[in-house]
């Protein structure tokens, strides 16, 4: 999400996740459990930072025409 590349702590964030992620497997193995460990964080990151930008806007559009 373009959103993720302003955050101010984006890199920080994708690093601790990396380094964080499983290191006792080797090779092909361990990447794929690394990238699979990733997905799953900056999915929770994005629940948690981010919210559900649809409803967000919605709700933002909803109440421009109130005040209209």
Do not use: Y
């Not at 993720?4 to 794929?32: M, R, T, V, Y």
């Amino acid at each position: 999400m373009d959103c993720w590349l302003h955050h101010p702590n984006f890199k920080d964030i994708i690093k601790c996740i990396w380094d964080e992620a499983c290191n006792e497997f080797s090779g092909q193995l361990k990447l794929i459990k690394k990238l699979s460990f990733m997905a799953t964080r900056l999915r929770q990151w994005n629940r948690v930072g981010f919210g559900n930008q649809e409803t967000a806007l919605a709700s933002i559009e909803s109440n421009i025409l109130v005040i209209e």
